[in-house]
């Protein structure tokens, strides 16, 4: 094979990466992205998701599956290529942990500085630094991630953080509660269900979509009352086989 095909091959991989949430996985990943049925399905999942939000029908996806099964960083590549596809987007992704929100800013500033990346969707930009910035600078630090030129950002914070003045058009939901121990907690819930409607859900744009991704925990965790409040729930079960 000589340089021009190999050239060919890689632009034909790149088009098919900004069309394809499953084909940019495999290309951004390498050899490090698990293939199986289930990665790939995930990733059509996630791609009518964004259908969905692109044509104002607000989609409401809750993905149910067990700890240890890779759901954060399918989620995390799906944000980096929402970005790529649409930088003016607004993205707030919250989650019981701090850590785990640190963990997905820092994996997407990987992913936003990586050849790939630029290579898929050159005009997509983060700033290079990645100190404090000045006023009127684009922002890059553990918290958000702005886009150069753009409106739209990747935000993080924990459930019942502050996130007041934002706005946003996809909210993610990742694992908002902690654990069988604190879901069993009719405090608990009824905290983190109370953060989500009068801060979280307030921050949403006209035709915002909400995307929750957990392991079920109680019957009247977030997920479960989500179901009860609105119409148009798109449920996901992938119970793990003991």
Not at 70 to 83: E, L, R
Not at 119 to 145: A, E, M, Y
Not at 162 to 189: F, H, M
């Amino acid at each position: 094979m000589n340089i021009s095909d190999i050239e060919l091959l890689e632009k034909i991989a790149i088009e098919e990466s900004r069309e394809s949430i499953w084909a940019y996985r495999q290309l951004l990943n390498g050899k490090k992205l698990k293939l199986g049925w289930w990665q790939k399905e995930i990733s059509e999942v996630l791609q009518c998701f964004y259908t969905e939000l692109c044509n104002g029908d607000k989609p409401i996806y809750i993905i149910q599956a067990p700890p240890q099964h890779g759901k954060s960083s399918q989620i995390v590549d799906f944000v980096s290529w929402v970005a790529g596809k649409n930088p003016s987007l607004k993205a707030i992704y919250s989650s019981f942990s701090e850590r785990l929100g640190i963990r997905a800013n820092l994996r997407l500033q990987k992913i936003y500085d990586s050849e790939k990346f630029k290579k898929i969707f050159p005009l997509t930009k983060i700033n290079d630094s990645n100190s404090v910035t000045v006023s009127g600078q684009t922002l890059r630090n553990r918290d958000i991630i702005e886009y150069i030129g753009e409106e739209g950002f990747f935000r993080n914070t924990t459930v019942r953080g502050a996130i007041t003045g934002e706005s946003l058009d996809i909210g993610i939901i990742d694992d908002p509660i902690k654990g069988r121990a604190e879901a069993n907690s009719k405090i608990v819930r009824e905290g983190t269900w109370d953060w989500f409607t009068d801060d979280f859900f307030s921050r949403y744009s006209e035709n915002a979509g909400t995307l929750m991704i957990l392991t079920r925990w109680h019957v009247e965790d977030p997920a479960g009352l989500l179901e009860k409040e609105s119409q148009n729930v798109k449920i996901f079960k992938y119970p793990a086989i003991a």
